[in-house]
């Protein structure tokens, strides 16, 4: 799949939903144990349908969605975060590495081997299906055990552009996000890609986020691009220039 100009994130993340996902089941390419958040068990799942310039992720899977990776049953996802989580004293597992919410049925069929388990379930997203369907924010609700992060691309829809190539209105999702989430009573917080944006324009989302909830605004994550060999690659390749970064190796302790 090459990237796309002005693109519909939601129809991108629905027409790869196709491709990820079979039955109940999602593909996934790894399953690791990480630093982030002090310590966590990931499962990294194949596909987004957003394509920031500054991802992360390989192009070796970015790029190639039906190639890479396999596909897993919910029961196996579940068992694999949970016997890591066991096995390595962690608490806390995260589905990263794609959109994890592609594959709505997949998803919630996973989170049903989580009740009671003690284990804190981040599920890191980029809100574009969470704000575009309020139903699918409400599905989520009822699980004590989940905190969804919604990952802003940017402080404002010109910058959510210039990052993703996706059209503006696709930013309006993504605080979207956040409000079905908070009606339907789901925690969460953002986390605002701010290495690109100005002072100013961080200052507005903040008070766009207190608009919506003052708490949005207080618990507001700041995310600061990671200057792994690829992504300085990816953003020569976009000519896109950053305010601030981070080594791999010196990413500030309150970031990780
Ligand atoms: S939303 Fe995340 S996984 Fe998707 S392209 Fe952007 S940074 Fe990569």
Redesign the pocket.
């Known amino acids: 799949m090459r990237p796309l100009v002005d693109y519909d994130p939601v129809k991108t993340h629905l027409m790869l939903e196709k491709h990820v996902t079979r039955d109940h089941e999602r593909k996934y390419y790894r399953f690791r144990v990480d630093r982030w958040y002090g310590g966590i068990v990931t499962a990294d799942c194949v596909g987004?349908?957003?394509?920031?310039k500054?991802?992360?992720?390989s192009d070796a899977v970015?790029l190639n969605p039906l190639k890479v990776g396999s596909f897993y049953r919910p029961e196996d996802v579940a068992s694999r975060l949970l016997n890591l989580a066991r096995s390595r004293g962690l608490s806390q597992v995260r589905i990263?590495?794609?959109?994890p919410t592609i594959g709505r049925d997949h998803l919630l069929r996973v989170f049903d081997y989580f009740s009671g388990k003690n284990i804190l379930f981040i599920l890191?997203t980029?809100g574009i299906l969470l704000g575009h369907d309020e139903s699918y924010a409400a599905q989520l609700s009822g699980h004590d055990f989940l905190h969804v992060r919604v990952?802003l691309?940017g402080c404002n829809e010109s910058e959510f552009h210039m990052l993703?190539g996706a059209n503006p209105s696709g930013f309006k999702l993504q605080l979207n996000a956040l409000r079905n989430l908070l009606k339907a009573g789901v925690s969460c917080h953002p986390a605002i890609m701010t290495s690109f944006s100005s002072e100013e324009s961080f200052k507005g989302l903040l008070e766009k986020l207190a608009e919506i909830d003052e708490r949005l605004a207080e618990e507001a994550e700041v995310e600061e691009l990671i200057l792994y060999p690829h992504v300085v690659e990816r953003l020569k390749r976009h000519g896109l220039k950053y305010r601030v970064a981070h080594a791999p190796d010196k990413v500030p302790p309150d970031q990780i």
């Open positions: 987004c349908g957003l394509f920031c500054f991802c992360w992720v970015r990263s590495g794609g959109e890191e980029n990952s691309k993703t």
